[in-house]
């Protein structure tokens, strides 16, 4: 297969995204009072609404649908103000109503978009020639370094709940071919998921994984969901197809399973647009079909062949009555909307002096951020780009740090009291401990003086005893000044340093 930067060079792909998102952050699930939790033991979290017993009639959670709204104002969604739920049917264990409930063709939140910012670090695979957005009207144009911004129109964000979870047993890798039981546990089954639909404006694998990343830290910042891709709460599916470049219809589509991982997201599409376009070179055709990415070996394999439309009798739900949503429910969302991690990136780089790049690695994971806030209101504004240094480039290696270790190994960074190998070394030694890294350091010996007085005294010594050097120094021999230092670090026995002491040898020689 050729290489996808050889492709994308004669061929442009089109790629759309569907996401759900298990609402895991609100504590009953959609249509009952049942708790939502994935700790607990088999089957401890159900009740007649969600096992779908005859005469059970349910209750929608007006949480879940607070929790939809504010995604579609975070994504620049249109709040529908009538919907309503319809059943989609089929038949299966894992949904003992052998249907499931979902939305119809008005979806809570409808025709959004997100501007997605490519860095110029990923914006390699999308070919200069592109240079038209997919709603075939915004010019996209790059800056100096290459980096651009795509709008990604989102088509829809509907409600659905999730179904039950099936465990194969007896058979090989948990599959159910040749297991000999299948177990179901309904504890999952009924947690409400919100699916959201891009329209097809993605042209790049990177350019997908940029909005799912982007859609990731939205969803965090909203606070409805834990939005783990490991743990499924949050799952991808991709479609992708091809089209000569310049071209303006669409070429037949493959949907992608699987993509578990942001790795996995970009990986699947970038293998499945090499496979199309050396099916369509050697004058195949690309089949409409269902394909799963495996991971270890790099590549995907056909799950199904869609021939026909699948038939799932879908029709409103009688039990349930069509939303109106209020004015006053909606302003009641918006007033819950947090500060979003576009926001509090320019906010960051703004007040505190941060590069954009750094600002938005803070910024998009809100634990981190908070971590951030409140170390940074502890120290000096000068010391802040510090603080942001230790937390993206230091801490993540250790995971167990307080807030105020954090404060006190910015403060020795900051004043040069230690350097960023000791400083390591000393968060190594307090990680998971209430020791403070100032203490710990000064016990093995690593502070550095940064005592002026102190420091002045031995510089005073040492240029008494070096005279000769002071002279040639004096007389323009500026390479002297290492020896200088040397000897200084050696009279302080390396508590000193050195940075400082050059500075004070430069201002006593001059
Ligand atoms: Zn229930």
Known sequence: MRKLSEVLRDWEAVIGLEVHTELT???????????????????????????????????????AIESIVMAGLATN??????????????????????????????????????????????????????????????????AADGSYVAPIRILRIHMEEDAAKMVHVGGAEGRIGGATESLIDYNRCGTPLIELVTEPDLRTPEEARLFMEKLRETFLALGISDCSLEHGSMRCDGNVSLRRRGESSLGTKSELKNLNSFKSLHDALAYEICRQAEVLEAGGVVLQETRHWEPSRRRTVVMRVKETADDYRFFPDPDLAPFDLTDEFVERCRARMPELPDAKRERFASQWGLT???????????????????????????????????????APSFGALTMLQLVSITELLFRDALTFAQAREVLGIVNGTDQMPIVVAGDRGLLQSTD????????????????????QYRDGNRKVLGFLVGQCMRASEGAGNPKLFNQLLVERLG
């Open 356 to 394: 954009r790049r750094d600002a938005g690695r803070l910024a998009g994971d809100p634990d981190l951020a908070r971590l951030f806030e409140g170390a940074a209101a502890q120290l000096r504004p000068q010391e802040v780009p510090t603080l942001a240094n230790v937390l993206i480039n230091l």
């Open 25 to 63: 952050t609100l504590e009953t699930k959609m249509f009952c009072g049942c708790r939502i939790s994935h700790d607990d033991e088999p089957n401890a979290n159900v009740c007649p609404v969600c096992l779908g017993l005859p005469g059970a009639l349910p209750v929608p959670n007006e949480r």
């Open 452 to 471: 002026t007085d102190a420091l002045g005294a031995i510089v005073d010594e040492v240029l008494a005893r070096c005279t000769d050097q002071a002279r």
């Open 77 to 142: 969604c249109e709040v529908m103000r009538r919907s309503m739920f319809y059943r989609k049917h089929y038949f299966y264990p894992d949904m003992a109503k052998n249907f499931q409930t979902t939305q119809g063709p008005v979806a809570f939140v409808m025709h959004g978009h997100l501007d997605l910012e490519v860095p110029a670090d990923r914006a390699d695979e999308r070919p200069t020639w592109a240079s038209v957005a997919a709603d075939g009207a915004t010019p996209i144009e790059r």
